[in-house]
């Protein structure tokens, strides 16, 4: 097995080193993103057998998330990162597109209720398989609840995140999201 680690953060007009990448890595990064800021880390393992090679590249961003639920018994405005992981996975045996295990965790996501100012948690992990694409939009719905109200009085909200990927190196690229109503 060999890994490359690669951590950088990406802005509308900046690529800025971290931690982790050599100079000829440096050279062959070509890396731009449109969106708010977000910061991406990737690394490539390809495993051998007998028969094939199937390569994994894993990358994952931080992504910033705002917006608001509105509802009964109060709107609910929403802000924090959620950690989307993507791991793109190739089909050595039947050259397939390779797939793309995309996790999203938003537990680092938090509300506030407009009218009583209390603060609501977000719970829960997605896990998905998609094919690999340039341009990906990703919707889904979470539950929320008030904190210390447990989570059987929990509401939902739906967050939709803007995902762009290199098809040649198979990394993510870009990362943007955003909640609202369902």
């Known amino acids: 097995m060999k890994t490359s680690p690669l951590l950088f953060q990406l802005s509308a007009s900046s690529l800025v080193v971290l931690a982790g990448v050599m100079p000829s890595l440096l050279a062959n990064a070509q890396t731009t993103i449109s969106a708010s800021t977000a910061a991406i880390s990737a690394s490539t393992t390809v495993a051998t057998s007998t028969s094939s090679t199937t390569t994994t590249t ?3 961003a931080l992504v910033l998330l705002k917006g608001a639920v509105i509802g009964t018994p109060e709107n609910v405005n ?3 990162q959620a950690q989307v992981s ?3 996975v190739t089909d050595p045996d039947f050259g397939a597109q390779p797939t793309v295990v995309l996790s999203i965790d938003m537990s680092n996501v938090t509300g506030v209720g407009a009218s009583t100012g209390k603060k609501y948690v977000v719970s829960g992990q997605e896990t ?3 094919r690999l694409n340039a341009a990906d939009l ?3 719905t979470f539950p929320f609840y008030r904190s210390g109200g447990g989570s059987t009085a929990s509401r939902i909200g739906s967050a939709s995140f803007s995902l762009g990927y290199n098809v040649s190196t198979m990394k993510l690229t870009g ?3 955003q909640i609202a109503s369902p």
Do not use: D, L
């Open 138 to 140: 990703v919707q889904m």
């Open 128 to 130: 998905m398989n998609r």
């Open 58 to 60: 894993a990358t994952s």
């Open 175 to 177: 990362a943007s999201g």
């Open 86 to 88: 993507a791991n793109v």
């Open 78 to 80: 929403f802000s924090g």
